[in-house]
Protein backbone atom coordinates (compact mmCIF):
# COMPACT_ATOMS: atom_id res chain seq x y z
CA UNK A 1 0.00 0.00 0.00
CA UNK A 2 1.46 3.44 -0.88
CA UNK A 3 -0.53 6.78 0.60
CA UNK A 4 -2.50 6.35 3.11
CA UNK A 5 -5.26 9.24 3.27
CA UNK A 6 -7.77 7.77 6.14
CA UNK A 7 -7.34 10.90 7.97
CA UNK A 8 -7.46 11.36 11.48
CA UNK A 9 -11.46 11.30 13.17
CA UNK A 10 -13.66 14.31 12.83
CA UNK A 11 -11.44 15.51 9.65
CA UNK A 12 -13.74 15.84 6.93
CA UNK A 13 -12.41 15.97 3.19
CA UNK A 14 -14.45 18.31 1.44
CA UNK A 15 -13.62 19.79 -1.76
CA UNK A 16 -13.81 23.42 -2.12
CA UNK A 17 -16.11 26.38 -3.87
CA UNK A 18 -13.60 28.61 -4.31
CA UNK A 19 -9.99 26.62 -5.56
CA UNK A 20 -11.42 24.24 -7.91
CA UNK A 21 -9.59 20.89 -7.82
CA UNK A 22 -7.71 22.23 -4.69
CA UNK A 23 -8.23 19.97 -1.67
CA UNK A 24 -9.00 21.66 1.74
CA UNK A 25 -9.46 19.88 5.11
CA UNK A 26 -12.12 21.31 7.36
CA UNK A 27 -11.20 20.51 11.20
CA UNK A 28 -15.22 19.52 11.51
CA UNK A 29 -14.47 20.11 15.29
CA UNK A 30 -17.17 17.84 16.86
CA UNK A 31 -18.76 16.68 13.81
CA UNK A 32 -18.89 13.44 14.58
CA UNK A 33 -20.23 13.58 18.12
CA UNK A 34 -22.78 16.09 16.16
CA UNK A 35 -23.59 13.30 13.24
CA UNK A 36 -23.14 10.71 16.01
CA UNK A 37 -26.46 12.03 17.66
CA UNK A 38 -28.28 10.87 14.53
CA UNK A 39 -30.03 12.50 11.67
CA UNK A 40 -31.55 15.66 13.66
CA UNK A 41 -28.31 17.32 12.96
CA UNK A 42 -28.73 16.80 9.14
CA UNK A 43 -28.70 20.74 8.13
CA UNK A 44 -26.25 21.27 10.69
CA UNK A 45 -24.07 18.72 9.14
CA UNK A 46 -24.38 19.93 5.59
CA UNK A 47 -24.41 23.31 5.97
CA UNK A 48 -21.21 23.39 8.52
CA UNK A 49 -19.46 21.05 6.60
CA UNK A 50 -20.06 19.49 3.80
CA UNK A 51 -19.68 22.45 1.26
CA UNK A 52 -20.08 20.87 -1.75
CA UNK A 53 -23.49 21.83 -2.19
CA UNK A 54 -22.02 25.43 -3.48
CA UNK A 55 -19.53 23.86 -5.91
CA UNK A 56 -20.08 24.98 -9.43
CA UNK A 57 -20.56 23.00 -11.91
CA UNK A 58 -17.95 21.57 -13.15
CA UNK A 59 -15.80 21.47 -10.50
CA UNK A 60 -13.05 18.90 -10.50
CA UNK A 61 -13.12 16.37 -7.76
CA UNK A 62 -9.89 15.81 -7.22
CA UNK A 63 -8.29 12.37 -6.19
CA UNK A 64 -8.20 12.16 -2.19
CA UNK A 65 -6.43 8.96 -1.88
CA UNK A 66 -5.32 6.45 -4.67
CA UNK A 67 -8.37 3.55 -5.37
CA UNK A 68 -7.08 1.31 -7.44
CA UNK A 69 -9.09 -1.54 -7.00
CA UNK A 70 -12.39 -2.14 -9.09
CA UNK A 71 -15.50 -2.62 -7.34
CA UNK A 72 -16.18 -5.93 -7.38
CA UNK A 73 -19.63 -8.26 -6.57
CA UNK A 74 -20.12 -11.45 -5.04
CA UNK A 75 -21.78 -14.07 -7.50
CA UNK A 76 -25.37 -13.87 -7.67
CA UNK A 77 -27.70 -17.27 -7.16
CA UNK A 78 -31.16 -17.10 -8.84
CA UNK A 79 -32.44 -20.31 -8.21
CA UNK A 80 -34.66 -21.76 -6.05
CA UNK A 81 -33.10 -24.30 -4.40
CA UNK A 82 -29.51 -23.32 -3.53
CA UNK A 83 -26.58 -24.86 -1.81
CA UNK A 84 -23.90 -22.75 -0.26
CA UNK A 85 -21.31 -24.21 1.77
CA UNK A 86 -20.00 -22.11 5.00
CA UNK A 87 -15.75 -22.77 4.01
CA UNK A 88 -13.10 -21.46 4.74
CA UNK A 89 -11.24 -19.22 1.78
CA UNK A 90 -8.79 -17.00 1.40
CA UNK A 91 -9.95 -13.79 0.06
CA UNK A 92 -7.45 -11.04 -1.64
CA UNK A 93 -8.42 -7.90 -0.18
CA UNK A 94 -5.17 -5.88 0.40
CA UNK A 95 -2.16 -6.24 -1.70
CA UNK A 96 0.26 -8.90 -0.29
CA UNK A 97 -0.93 -12.21 1.61
CA UNK A 98 -4.73 -12.77 1.22
CA UNK A 99 -7.20 -13.08 3.82
CA UNK A 100 -8.40 -15.94 5.92
CA UNK A 101 -12.20 -15.98 6.51
CA UNK A 102 -15.13 -17.95 6.53
CA UNK A 103 -17.10 -17.61 3.73
CA UNK A 104 -20.68 -18.38 2.38
CA UNK A 105 -19.47 -19.63 -0.64
CA UNK A 106 -15.91 -18.82 -0.37
CA UNK A 107 -16.30 -15.07 -1.21
CA UNK A 108 -16.81 -12.41 1.19
CA UNK A 109 -19.30 -10.79 1.40
CA UNK A 110 -20.99 -14.77 0.44
CA UNK A 111 -23.04 -15.55 -2.56
CA UNK A 112 -25.68 -13.29 -3.61
CA UNK A 113 -29.07 -14.55 -3.08
CA UNK A 114 -31.65 -13.05 -5.41
CA UNK A 115 -35.60 -14.01 -5.94
CA UNK A 116 -38.28 -13.13 -7.08
CA UNK A 117 -40.92 -12.62 -4.26
CA UNK A 118 -43.52 -15.29 -3.80
CA UNK A 119 -41.78 -17.98 -4.24
CA UNK A 120 -40.42 -20.55 -2.35
CA UNK A 121 -36.61 -21.05 -1.86
CA UNK A 122 -34.82 -23.65 -0.02
CA UNK A 123 -30.60 -23.10 0.74
CA UNK A 124 -28.76 -25.67 2.08
CA UNK A 125 -25.59 -24.79 4.50
CA UNK A 126 -23.13 -27.01 4.77
CA UNK A 127 -20.41 -26.55 7.72
CA UNK A 128 -17.14 -26.86 6.56
CA UNK A 129 -15.15 -24.91 8.99
CA UNK A 130 -12.80 -26.64 11.79
CA UNK A 131 -14.92 -28.50 14.47
CA UNK A 132 -13.13 -25.43 16.65
CA UNK A 133 -15.79 -22.78 14.79
CA UNK A 134 -18.28 -24.76 16.30
CA UNK A 135 -21.76 -25.25 15.52
CA UNK A 136 -23.34 -22.62 12.81
CA UNK A 137 -26.92 -21.08 12.23
CA UNK A 138 -27.94 -18.80 9.51
CA UNK A 139 -30.25 -15.95 10.06
CA UNK A 140 -31.89 -14.09 7.10
CA UNK A 141 -32.19 -11.01 8.54
CA UNK A 142 -35.51 -8.79 7.15
CA UNK A 143 -37.25 -12.60 6.34
CA UNK A 144 -40.69 -13.13 7.51
CA UNK A 145 -39.74 -16.74 8.19
CA UNK A 146 -41.08 -19.76 10.14
CA UNK A 147 -39.41 -19.96 13.89
CA UNK A 148 -37.72 -23.41 13.29
CA UNK A 149 -36.42 -21.86 9.34
CA UNK A 150 -35.31 -18.89 11.37
CA UNK A 151 -32.08 -19.07 12.10
CA UNK A 152 -32.31 -19.96 16.40
CA UNK A 153 -28.94 -18.96 18.43
CA UNK A 154 -29.04 -21.95 20.09
CA UNK A 155 -31.56 -24.63 18.25
CA UNK A 156 -31.64 -26.63 14.78
CA UNK A 157 -27.63 -25.65 14.83
CA UNK A 158 -25.51 -26.76 11.95
CA UNK A 159 -22.92 -29.18 13.29
CA UNK A 160 -19.72 -29.28 11.59
CA UNK A 161 -19.89 -31.70 8.84
CA UNK A 162 -23.57 -30.88 9.06
CA UNK A 163 -26.26 -29.61 6.79
CA UNK A 164 -29.54 -27.84 6.72
CA UNK A 165 -32.06 -26.51 4.74
CA UNK A 166 -33.86 -23.35 5.46
CA UNK A 167 -36.95 -22.48 3.30
CA UNK A 168 -38.69 -19.33 2.70
CA UNK A 169 -41.96 -19.22 0.84
CA UNK A 170 -41.65 -15.62 0.03
CA UNK A 171 -45.16 -14.58 1.58
CA UNK A 172 -46.74 -12.35 4.27
CA UNK A 173 -49.75 -12.60 5.39
CA UNK A 174 -51.30 -14.60 2.19
CA UNK A 175 -49.56 -12.08 0.10
CA UNK A 176 -46.15 -11.62 -1.95
CA UNK A 177 -43.68 -10.64 0.61
CA UNK A 178 -42.44 -7.01 -0.46
CA UNK A 179 -39.37 -6.26 -2.66
CA UNK A 180 -36.41 -5.40 -0.34
CA UNK A 181 -32.50 -6.30 0.31
CA UNK A 182 -32.66 -8.27 3.04
CA UNK A 183 -29.18 -9.83 4.16
CA UNK A 184 -28.17 -13.53 5.75
CA UNK A 185 -25.66 -14.01 8.46
CA UNK A 186 -24.45 -16.43 11.54
CA UNK A 187 -26.37 -15.58 14.88
CA UNK A 188 -24.53 -18.17 16.99
CA UNK A 189 -25.24 -17.53 20.88
CA UNK A 190 -21.98 -15.83 22.08
CA UNK A 191 -19.98 -15.86 19.42
CA UNK A 192 -22.32 -13.98 16.29
CA UNK A 193 -19.34 -11.22 16.65
CA UNK A 194 -17.22 -13.56 15.92
CA UNK A 195 -18.66 -15.31 13.21
CA UNK A 196 -20.01 -12.33 11.25
CA UNK A 197 -16.40 -10.84 11.99
CA UNK A 198 -14.89 -13.82 10.73
CA UNK A 199 -16.84 -13.26 7.57
CA UNK A 200 -19.98 -14.82 7.49
CA UNK A 201 -22.82 -12.26 5.97
CA UNK A 202 -24.05 -12.04 2.11
CA UNK A 203 -27.05 -9.93 0.73
CA UNK A 204 -30.25 -11.85 -0.11
CA UNK A 205 -32.38 -9.52 -2.43
CA UNK A 206 -36.25 -10.24 -3.08
CA UNK A 207 -37.62 -8.43 -6.51
CA UNK A 208 -40.97 -7.57 -6.69
CA UNK A 209 -42.81 -6.76 -9.76
CA UNK A 210 -45.21 -4.53 -8.11
CA UNK A 211 -42.17 -1.73 -7.15
CA UNK A 212 -41.98 0.73 -9.70
CA UNK A 213 -40.60 -0.67 -13.28
CA UNK A 214 -38.72 2.95 -13.71
CA UNK A 215 -36.59 2.62 -10.46
CA UNK A 216 -32.68 2.19 -12.48
CA UNK A 217 -32.21 -1.19 -12.60
CA UNK A 218 -29.88 -4.22 -14.05
CA UNK A 219 -26.72 -3.00 -14.43
CA UNK A 220 -27.80 0.21 -12.55
CA UNK A 221 -28.82 -1.40 -9.32
CA UNK A 222 -25.90 -1.96 -7.14
CA UNK A 223 -25.84 -3.55 -3.96
CA UNK A 224 -23.25 -2.58 -1.87
CA UNK A 225 -22.39 -3.97 1.87
CA UNK A 226 -19.95 -1.76 4.11
CA UNK A 227 -18.36 -3.18 6.53
CA UNK A 228 -15.18 -2.29 8.43
CA UNK A 229 -11.89 -4.69 9.32
CA UNK A 230 -8.74 -4.20 11.64
CA UNK A 231 -5.85 -5.63 9.66
CA UNK A 232 -2.86 -7.35 11.27
CA UNK A 233 0.79 -7.18 9.74
CA UNK A 234 -0.32 -10.04 7.74
CA UNK A 235 -3.29 -9.04 6.65
CA UNK A 236 -5.23 -11.10 8.32
CA UNK A 237 -8.51 -10.32 11.05
CA UNK A 238 -8.08 -11.99 14.45
CA UNK A 239 -11.33 -11.34 16.49
CA UNK A 240 -10.94 -10.04 19.83
CA UNK A 241 -14.05 -9.89 21.71
CA UNK A 242 -14.81 -6.57 23.08
CA UNK A 243 -18.47 -6.11 24.62
CA UNK A 244 -18.10 -2.36 23.70
CA UNK A 245 -18.31 -2.99 19.83
CA UNK A 246 -15.09 -4.46 17.21
CA UNK A 247 -14.28 -2.26 14.73
CA UNK A 248 -11.38 -1.77 12.60
CA UNK A 249 -9.67 1.26 10.71
CA UNK A 250 -10.15 -0.34 6.82
CA UNK A 251 -13.81 0.04 5.55
CA UNK A 252 -14.48 -2.28 2.82
CA UNK A 253 -17.14 -2.02 0.29
CA UNK A 254 -18.39 -5.47 -1.21
CA UNK A 255 -15.21 -6.84 0.56
CA UNK A 256 -12.97 -4.51 -1.53
CA UNK A 257 -10.77 -1.53 0.58
CA UNK A 258 -10.85 1.65 -1.41
CA UNK A 259 -12.40 0.82 -4.32
CA UNK A 260 -13.58 2.15 -7.41
CA UNK A 261 -16.34 2.04 -10.15
CA UNK A 262 -16.90 3.42 -13.50
CA UNK A 263 -19.86 4.90 -14.15
CA UNK A 264 -22.17 6.74 -16.42
CA UNK A 265 -23.68 10.19 -16.32
CA UNK A 266 -27.12 8.75 -14.97
CA UNK A 267 -28.86 7.58 -12.12
CA UNK A 268 -27.83 4.47 -9.97
CA UNK A 269 -29.97 2.75 -7.34
CA UNK A 270 -27.67 2.08 -4.49
CA UNK A 271 -28.78 -0.97 -2.40
CA UNK A 272 -26.51 -0.38 1.26
CA UNK A 273 -26.09 -2.38 3.94
CA UNK A 274 -23.69 -1.48 6.87
CA UNK A 275 -22.50 -5.43 7.66
CA UNK A 276 -20.30 -4.18 10.41
CA UNK A 277 -19.99 -5.68 13.65
CA UNK A 278 -20.40 -1.94 15.49
CA UNK A 279 -19.87 0.74 13.63
CA UNK A 280 -22.43 3.55 12.44
CA UNK A 281 -21.17 5.82 9.32
CA UNK A 282 -22.83 8.98 8.28
CA UNK A 283 -22.41 8.73 4.28
CA UNK A 284 -22.42 11.69 2.08
CA UNK A 285 -21.31 12.48 -1.44
CA UNK A 286 -18.24 14.36 -2.22
CA UNK A 287 -19.89 16.63 -5.20
CA UNK A 288 -22.40 18.06 -2.20
CA UNK A 289 -25.36 16.25 -4.36
CA UNK A 290 -27.89 14.51 -1.82
CA UNK A 291 -29.59 11.32 -1.90
CA UNK A 292 -32.96 9.89 -3.01
CA UNK A 293 -33.86 7.73 -0.81
CA UNK A 294 -36.72 5.43 -1.71
CA UNK A 295 -36.33 2.49 0.66
CA UNK A 296 -35.14 0.63 4.00
CA UNK A 297 -35.17 -2.58 5.25
CA UNK A 298 -38.92 -3.38 4.77
CA UNK A 299 -38.76 -2.07 1.19
CA UNK A 300 -39.80 1.36 -0.66
CA UNK A 301 -41.43 4.37 1.40
CA UNK A 302 -44.28 5.71 0.47
CA UNK A 303 -42.83 8.44 -1.44
CA UNK A 304 -39.24 9.18 -1.99
CA UNK A 305 -36.99 11.87 0.34
CA UNK A 306 -33.99 14.02 -0.55
CA UNK A 307 -31.24 13.45 2.00
CA UNK A 308 -28.04 15.50 2.13
CA UNK A 309 -26.25 12.98 4.72
CA UNK A 310 -27.59 9.60 5.87
CA UNK A 311 -26.53 7.66 9.07
CA UNK A 312 -26.88 4.22 9.18
CA UNK A 313 -25.94 2.24 11.87
CA UNK A 314 -24.96 -1.65 11.96
CA UNK A 315 -27.28 -3.67 9.82
CA UNK A 316 -29.46 -1.14 8.79
CA UNK A 317 -30.16 -0.59 5.09
CA UNK A 318 -30.86 2.30 3.05
CA UNK A 319 -32.18 2.55 -0.20
CA UNK A 320 -30.98 5.23 -2.46
CA UNK A 321 -30.97 6.37 -5.71
CA UNK A 322 -27.62 9.23 -6.98
CA UNK A 323 -27.45 10.90 -10.14
CA UNK A 324 -24.31 11.43 -12.02
CA UNK A 325 -25.95 13.79 -14.70
CA UNK A 326 -23.36 16.49 -15.42
CA UNK A 327 -20.48 14.49 -13.79
CA UNK A 328 -19.04 13.39 -17.15
CA UNK A 329 -15.25 13.38 -16.43
CA UNK A 330 -15.59 13.68 -12.69
CA UNK A 331 -15.10 11.21 -9.91
CA UNK A 332 -17.59 11.47 -7.24
CA UNK A 333 -17.01 9.35 -3.24
CA UNK A 334 -19.00 7.81 -1.31
CA UNK A 335 -18.10 9.49 2.23
CA UNK A 336 -17.99 8.76 5.34
CA UNK A 337 -18.20 12.01 7.59
CA UNK A 338 -17.78 10.29 10.86
CA UNK A 339 -14.13 9.31 9.92
CA UNK A 340 -14.03 11.65 7.21
CA UNK A 341 -12.86 8.55 4.92
CA UNK A 342 -14.34 7.91 1.36
CA UNK A 343 -15.32 4.87 1.01
CA UNK A 344 -16.25 4.05 -3.03
CA UNK A 345 -15.35 6.11 -5.93
CA UNK A 346 -17.65 6.73 -9.04
CA UNK A 347 -15.69 7.41 -11.94
CA UNK A 348 -17.99 9.10 -14.25
CA UNK A 349 -16.11 8.37 -17.36
CA UNK A 350 -19.49 7.11 -19.67
CA UNK A 351 -22.39 9.15 -21.46
CA UNK A 352 -25.47 7.50 -21.03
CA UNK A 353 -29.16 7.67 -22.03
CA UNK A 354 -30.85 7.67 -18.44
CA UNK A 355 -34.56 6.31 -19.01
CA UNK A 356 -34.95 5.72 -14.93
CA UNK A 357 -37.19 7.81 -13.36
CA UNK A 358 -37.83 8.06 -9.39
CA UNK A 359 -41.58 8.27 -9.09
CA UNK A 360 -42.78 10.73 -6.89
CA UNK A 361 -44.77 8.10 -4.92
CA UNK A 362 -43.69 4.86 -4.63
CA UNK A 363 -45.20 2.31 -2.02
CA UNK A 364 -47.94 2.86 0.66
CA UNK A 365 -47.87 0.77 4.22
CA UNK A 366 -49.67 -2.02 5.13
CA UNK A 367 -52.37 -1.19 7.45
CA UNK A 368 -51.66 -3.16 10.26
CA UNK A 369 -54.20 -1.92 12.72
CA UNK A 370 -53.90 -0.16 16.09
CA UNK A 371 -51.79 -1.52 18.84
CA UNK A 372 -54.02 -3.34 22.06
CA UNK A 373 -50.81 -4.12 23.80
CA UNK A 374 -48.62 -2.07 24.76
CA UNK A 375 -44.58 -3.41 26.01
CA UNK A 376 -41.41 -1.23 27.12
CA UNK A 377 -37.77 -2.41 26.12
CA UNK A 378 -35.36 -0.91 28.16
CA UNK A 379 -31.62 -1.64 26.45
CA UNK A 380 -29.90 -1.09 29.12
CA UNK A 381 -26.34 -2.51 31.17
CA UNK A 382 -26.71 -4.03 34.33
CA UNK A 383 -24.15 -5.36 36.65
CA UNK A 384 -21.26 -4.84 33.61
CA UNK A 385 -23.01 -6.33 30.70
CA UNK A 386 -25.97 -4.90 27.86
CA UNK A 387 -28.87 -6.15 28.95
CA UNK A 388 -32.45 -5.74 27.88
CA UNK A 389 -34.81 -4.92 30.43
CA UNK A 390 -31.82 -5.62 33.05
CA UNK A 391 -31.68 -9.39 31.87
CA UNK A 392 -28.87 -10.75 29.77
CA UNK A 393 -30.41 -13.15 27.11
CA UNK A 394 -31.12 -16.30 28.29
CA UNK A 395 -32.56 -18.99 25.81
CA UNK A 396 -34.71 -20.62 28.32
CA UNK A 397 -36.36 -17.31 28.97
CA UNK A 398 -39.43 -15.88 27.02
CA UNK A 399 -40.11 -12.11 27.57
CA UNK A 400 -43.14 -11.53 26.07
CA UNK A 401 -46.14 -14.12 24.62
CA UNK A 402 -48.06 -11.50 21.86
CA UNK A 403 -50.79 -13.30 19.84
CA UNK A 404 -51.01 -14.19 16.61
CA UNK A 405 -53.00 -11.98 14.36
CA UNK A 406 -52.73 -9.04 16.71
CA UNK A 407 -51.08 -5.78 17.13
CA UNK A 408 -49.01 -4.34 19.60
CA UNK A 409 -47.21 -1.19 20.27
CA UNK A 410 -43.48 -1.77 22.08
CA UNK A 411 -41.64 1.34 23.03
CA UNK A 412 -37.58 1.22 23.02
CA UNK A 413 -35.65 3.33 25.40
CA UNK A 414 -31.79 3.53 26.14
CA UNK A 415 -30.32 4.11 29.25
CA UNK A 416 -27.07 3.90 28.42
CA UNK A 417 -24.25 6.35 27.04
CA UNK A 418 -23.77 4.77 23.91
CA UNK A 419 -26.42 4.07 20.53
CA UNK A 420 -28.02 0.41 19.60
CA UNK A 421 -29.22 -0.77 17.03
CA UNK A 422 -32.87 -2.67 17.87
CA UNK A 423 -33.39 -5.43 15.75
CA UNK A 424 -36.82 -7.44 15.87
CA UNK A 425 -37.04 -10.63 14.17
CA UNK A 426 -40.24 -11.93 12.30
CA UNK A 427 -42.09 -8.96 10.94
CA UNK A 428 -41.41 -5.10 9.56
CA UNK A 429 -42.18 -2.65 12.22
CA UNK A 430 -44.16 1.11 11.39
CA UNK A 431 -42.51 3.96 13.40
CA UNK A 432 -45.43 5.62 15.54
CA UNK A 433 -43.20 8.55 17.23
CA UNK A 434 -39.44 9.34 18.08
CA UNK A 435 -38.70 11.10 21.17
CA UNK A 436 -42.17 12.20 21.14
CA UNK A 437 -41.87 13.75 18.21
CA UNK A 438 -43.07 12.89 14.31
CA UNK A 439 -41.03 10.01 12.85
CA UNK A 440 -38.37 11.01 10.16
CA UNK A 441 -40.48 10.68 6.84
CA UNK A 442 -37.21 7.49 5.85
CA UNK A 443 -38.28 5.79 8.51
CA UNK A 444 -41.98 4.65 8.44
CA UNK A 445 -41.54 0.75 8.03
CA UNK A 446 -38.14 -0.73 9.35
CA UNK A 447 -36.77 -4.01 10.81
CA UNK A 448 -33.61 -2.53 12.63
CA UNK A 449 -34.27 0.68 14.87
CA UNK A 450 -31.18 3.22 15.94
CA UNK A 451 -31.56 4.56 19.64
CA UNK A 452 -29.46 7.35 20.66
CA UNK A 453 -28.17 7.49 24.51
CA UNK A 454 -31.59 8.75 25.80
CA UNK A 455 -33.78 8.52 23.01
CA UNK A 456 -37.58 6.84 23.07
CA UNK A 457 -38.88 5.10 19.76
CA UNK A 458 -42.47 4.00 19.80
CA UNK A 459 -43.70 1.27 17.49
CA UNK A 460 -46.12 -1.15 16.49
CA UNK A 461 -46.06 -4.35 14.60
CA UNK A 462 -48.54 -7.25 13.66
CA UNK A 463 -47.75 -10.63 14.49
CA UNK A 464 -49.05 -12.44 11.12
CA UNK A 465 -48.67 -16.55 10.24
CA UNK A 466 -46.47 -17.87 12.30
CA UNK A 467 -46.30 -18.47 15.84
CA UNK A 468 -42.55 -19.51 17.34
CA UNK A 469 -39.42 -17.85 19.33
CA UNK A 470 -38.16 -15.33 18.06
CA UNK A 471 -35.37 -12.69 18.80
CA UNK A 472 -35.31 -9.08 19.37
CA UNK A 473 -31.53 -7.67 20.34
CA UNK A 474 -29.32 -4.95 19.52
CA UNK A 475 -27.69 -5.43 16.56
CA UNK A 476 -24.27 -4.31 17.79
CA UNK A 477 -23.49 -7.78 17.88
CA UNK A 478 -20.69 -7.37 20.77
CA UNK A 479 -23.55 -6.15 22.49
CA UNK A 480 -25.57 -8.79 21.58
CA UNK A 481 -23.02 -11.78 22.18
CA UNK A 482 -22.39 -9.77 25.81
CA UNK A 483 -26.92 -10.30 26.91
CA UNK A 484 -28.47 -7.32 24.76
CA UNK A 485 -30.72 -9.95 23.33
CA UNK A 486 -33.93 -11.41 24.29
CA UNK A 487 -37.01 -13.73 22.58
CA UNK A 488 -40.42 -13.39 22.47
CA UNK A 489 -43.26 -16.37 21.54
CA UNK A 490 -45.51 -15.82 19.29
CA UNK A 491 -48.61 -17.81 20.12
CA UNK A 492 -52.05 -18.68 19.47
CA UNK A 493 -55.11 -16.81 20.51
CA UNK A 494 -56.59 -19.31 24.02
CA UNK A 495 -59.22 -21.00 22.71
CA UNK A 496 -62.60 -18.93 23.60
CA UNK A 497 -64.85 -20.76 25.93
CA UNK A 498 -66.83 -23.75 23.95
CA UNK A 499 -70.23 -22.74 23.75
CA UNK A 500 -72.30 -25.41 25.90
CA UNK A 501 -75.02 -27.27 24.21
CA UNK A 502 -78.18 -26.00 25.94
CA UNK A 503 -79.05 -28.60 28.97
CA UNK A 504 -82.36 -30.42 27.61
CA UNK A 505 -84.92 -30.01 30.65
CA UNK A 506 -85.56 -33.17 32.30
CA UNK A 507 -89.00 -34.74 32.46
CA UNK A 508 -90.02 -34.79 36.12
CA UNK A 509 -90.70 -38.07 36.96
CU1 LIG B 1 -29.36 -9.57 11.67
CU2 LIG B 1 -31.08 -11.24 14.89
O1 LIG B 1 -30.14 -10.42 13.30
CU1 LIG C 1 -26.25 -2.11 21.54
Not at 350 to 375: F, N, W, Y
Request: aromatic share 8%.
Amino acid sequence: MKTQIISPLRIVLVTSALAAASLTFISAGGAGSHAARGDKPDKELTSNIVQGKTMPEGTATPSPSPFPRPLVFPPVNFNANISIGIDEACVQILDGPCTNMWTYGGSYPGVTIRRPTGQTTHVTFTNNLDTAAGEMTVHNHGNHSTAVNDGQPDSFLIPTGGSRTYTYDGLEEGANQRGKMQFYHDHRMDVTGRNIWMGLTGMYIVDDPADPPTLPSGAFDLPLTIADRQFDVNNQIPYVFNPDGVTGDKILVNGVYQPYFEAGDRKYRLRILNASNARTYYLTLSSGDSFIQIGTESGLLPAPVVRAGMRIGAAERLDVVVDFAGKLGQSVYLTDVLTGAPLLEFRVNQHMVDDSSVPATLRPLPDIGEPTVTRNWSFDKTAGHWTINGLRFDPNRIDARPVLGTTEKWIFTNPTAKAHTVHIHDVAQQCISRDGAACYPYETMKETWYLDPGETLEIKLKFTDHTGVYMLHCHIVEHEDDGMMTQFEVVRPAPSPRPRPTPRSRPTP
